[in-house]
């Protein structure tokens, strides 16, 4: 069954936004840590063992936001987020993060070989978050054979694009460009 996706559901007033150049990292990661300790909002999130199923929220000061339900054993593969700052919490369950300790340039390649020691991963619990610049690489994984997970993300400006990686070992392949229409 593919991805499953709820109609959206605005969530937070605008806050932490400086005129022009809105929320900063650490303001996401905090409407992400909030908005993970609503019980309510995470508890209404349909769950599909097969896919994982997202609502969009409002974020804070012209963000984006997204709730995001992960069955057992599922991923998003390395991408980055186009360019936009964010953060991401989990609610419940535990995410692991695998990520790249290096900026890599953003247009003008297809295939890139990384150096030693620029990977990084982190585990994140139950209230556990982590924000992020706009040239994050990342993939995120719930590694567990037998629980949900869930959890909260957002992003400033909101995503204008997010390209997709293939990795084999040191190698990075640019596979795809996607747009908002392809995920909204």
């Known amino acids: 069954m593919p991805d499953v996706h709820a109609p959206a559901r605005p969530h937070s007033p605008a806050e932490g936004a400086a005129p022009g150049h809105g929320p900063s990292a650490a303001a996401l990661l905090g409407f992400a840590l909030r908005t993970a300790a609503d019980t309510a909002l995470i508890a209404s999130l349909p769950l599909d063992p097969e896919g994982r199923t997202w ?19 599922t991923g998003t593969g390395w991408h980055d987020h186009g360019g936009s700052r964010g953060a991401f919490a989990t609610a419940s369950g535990e995410l692991t993060e ?22 990084r991963r982190r585990r994140l619990g139950d209230g556990r978050g982590r924000a992020f610049g706009p040239h994050h690489v990342h993939q995120v994984l719930n590694l567990s054979a037998d629980t949900h997970a869930v959890s909260v993300h957002a992003y400033y400006p909101p995503l204008p694009l997010m390209r997709r990686y293939s990795r084999t070992g040191p190698v990075l392949r640019l596979e795809e460009v996607e747009r908002p229409e392809e995920w909204q």
Do not use: C, Y
Request: aromatic share 8%.
């Open 55 to 73: 609502i969009r929220l409002d974020g804070p000061g012209g963000s984006e936001a997204w709730l995001i339900g992960w069955p057992p054993g």
């Open 98 to 119: 695998q990520s790249l300790a290096v900026q890599l340039p953003t247009e003008g390649w297809k295939t890139l070989e990384l150096a030693d020691g620029v990977d």
